[in-house]
């Protein structure tokens, strides 16, 4: 199975760009952090903040993924057309795989640019594709670095020039989709509410909205 074939049969019309939300009838929003801000009264980084992210997202990451469970780890990498010509893939997987065979795997379409910009016709964007299981990963620097978009902090995910790469986990076993858009918050969606439906109730203090079909 590959990416473009599940999503066209699943999750038919959801371009996997921030916001999935948006995009999809059953889903979560939840907002992290505890709305404690990201800088301290010296300016310095609020560690404590960041501790609760991490937190907060591995929970979320154990209640819908189970170590076997067969996923696609996707990567969207923006870049220039012109003054980026090379694959970067190994800036976001090499250091988050077990098993670095894995990197022989890793698939690659190039996409354009999706975002409303100035000159956007001069931009594109490749998305790279992994099938395999949570095993494989080291998940806590992953949801880490995907915490990290705007911050000073390691882990970090590597990349082109013009934006942070944008990470989502889909479990196929399960049909759900996550994302981390940054420190403040991240996205479920499933094609069931019932499979997301214990992580409403079990965390509701953390959710900004949700809906369902």
């Known amino acids: 199975m590959n990416l473009i074939g599940y999503m066209e049969e699943r999750y038919p019309g959801l371009k996997l760009i921030p916001s999935i939300y948006n995009q999809w009838g059953t889903g979560i929003h939840f907002c992290l952090g505890e709305n404690i801000y990201q800088l301290i009264e010296n300016k310095e980084l609020n560690l404590k903040m ?23 780890l996707v990567t969207n990498m923006y ?7 090379c694959i970067r893939k190994l800036k976001v997987y090499q250091p988050f795989l077990k098993c670095k065979n894995y990197l022989k795997q890793i698939q690659v379409k190039t996409y354009s640019y999706p975002f409303e910009i100035a000159e956007a016709e001069g931009y594109e964007m490749q998305q790279f594709s992994l099938l395999c299981k949570p095993r494989d990963l080291r998940v806590t620097e992953l949801l880490k670095a995907a915490s ?16 942070y790469p944008d990470v989502f986990f889909i479990n196929i076993t399960k049909d759900i989709i996550f994302f981390i858009y940054d420190d403040r918050g991240c996205e479920v969606i499933a094609l069931d509410f019932k499979r ?17 079909m």
């Open 79 to 85: 870049k220039h057309k012109k003054k980026e010509k």
């Open 50 to 72: 960041f501790r609760i992210v991490y937190e907060q997202n591995s929970i979320i990451f154990n209640e819908l993924f189970e170590q076997n469970d067969d996923i696609f």
């Open 148 to 163: 990290n978009e705007d911050f000073p902090l390691k882990p970090k995910f590597g990349g082109y020039s013009i934006d």
């Open 196 to 212: 997301i439906r214990p992580l409403y109730e079990k965390y509701h203090d953390w959710v900004e909205e949700y809906k369902y």
